[in-house]
Nanobody, 124 residues
């Protein structure tokens, strides 16, 4: 059974940083692309970043460019999202997702497995 468990969320002031982690189990981690999505209150879930098993990583344009960095450690079955210069509009529940293969997908429907999410709240 595949499990994705996010951690590292919390309350931070604008301009601060957080690092989210997603620990995966029940899958061959090195064969999967891992991604981060987020959902703000009243909005649809949106793509943030993804990293294929060959470490081809991509990030959403504009909204997080230059501020968020995705990385993965295949030895630890963990994917990370380093978030710097946080803004109040980054407030959302952040979800980890996994899909088999090396394509760094950007849409929800392309991901097979999801975590339960971790709340990130950025105060102004």
């Amino acid at each position: 059974q595949v499990q994705l468990v996010e951690s590292g969320g919390g309350l931070v002031q604008a301009g601060g940083s957080l690092r989210l982690s997603c620990q995966a189990s029940g899958l061959t981690f090195s064969s999967y692309t891992l991604g981060w999505f987020r959902q703000a209150p009243g909005k649809e879930r949106e793509f943030v970043a993804s990293c294929s098993w060959v470490s081809r990583c991509t990030q959403a344009e504009d909204s997080v460019k230059g501020r968020f960095t995705i990385s993965r450690d295949n030895a630890k079955n963990t994917v990370y999202l380093q978030m710097n210069s946080l803004k109040p509009e980054d407030t959302a529940v952040y979800y980890c997702a996994a899909r088999r293969g090396s394509y760094s997908a950007r849409t929800e429907s392309e991901y097979e497995h999801w975590g339960h999410g971790t709340q990130v709240t950025v105060s102004s």
